[in-house]
């Protein structure tokens, strides 16, 4: 029988980065017997709007343990505004909500409310391919997180996360906290060394190994000579990562654009620059 080399190559990366992947860089900050039972209190309180919850989010393919979100955002209570202005369950800001087709005044209606937290949520992982970096993000929006990637040249949260304001900080830390509680963090944690176990993986790739791609939107006004200048990356590239793209912008106007993982924050961080060089090339 040959040898498979893609799988030997596999995992002999896996096998040299393995004492990285495995060390723990995230845990509860609160593991007291009194903090456990303020969470399970707040569940036990509020099972009705925990059920819907938690079916909204399986029928979405997504974890229960999003329910969490919800407890920590708001303490499960539809009618509560905070000091910024998010308003309901889900703490939704005016512009997080109309990006989702959620009025400012459904904002606290626990059903529309739910299933626009879940849509969301299911697109920011698309992006981040991991639990802690998307309620980091759900917290202050996908451009701070794309600064602090950016600022650390990584896209580990706990590599990244020092550049992310400290309200953002403590609020994975109570989502950690409250996991803990439910008795999720094991999944959570697990989740997100699985995903740093591909980022490390595509870091030492090699050309056997597929490239993790990160899926963002675009419309006809970007020029994808220009993308690619500004990224410093080649012309067969973008497009091999993006088949069909030309066709697809040329008759729909839009198209999901494609990226590694590692390049996605640096394109964020400039598309409106990008953009406005797109149109005056044209």
Partial sequence: MKPNFKNIILSAALLSCSHFVNAQFLAASDTSESSVRKYKNIIEANKE???FIEFSMVEKGLPKHLRNLALIESHFNRNITSHAGAVGVWQFMTAHANQYGLTEDRRNDLYRSTK??????????????????????????????????????STQYHVFSKYLPAETINHVKKYLNACYATGELPAVLANYNDARTISLLNSR?????????????????????????????????????????????????????????????DFLMKKNAILSKSIRTK
């Fill in 49 to 51: 709007v925990v059920t």
């Fill in 116 to 153: 626009t937290a879940a849509v969301s949520l299911k697109n920011l992982y698309k992006k981040y391919n991991n639990w802690v970096t998307v309620v980091a993000a759900y917290n202050c929006g996908e451009g701070n997180i794309a600064k602090a990637m950016q600022a650390a040249n």
């Fill in 205 to 265: 790739k090699t050309d056997s190994q597929e490239i993790a791609l990160s899926e963002t939107e675009i419309n006809a006004g970007f020029n994808l000579t220009v993308i690619a200048s500004e990224l410093k990356i080649k012309m067969d590239d973008l497009l091999s990562w993006n088949p069909g793209i030309k066709d697809e912008l040329d008759s729909k106007g839009e198209s999901t654009f494609y990226l590694p993982t590692d390049l996605m924050p």
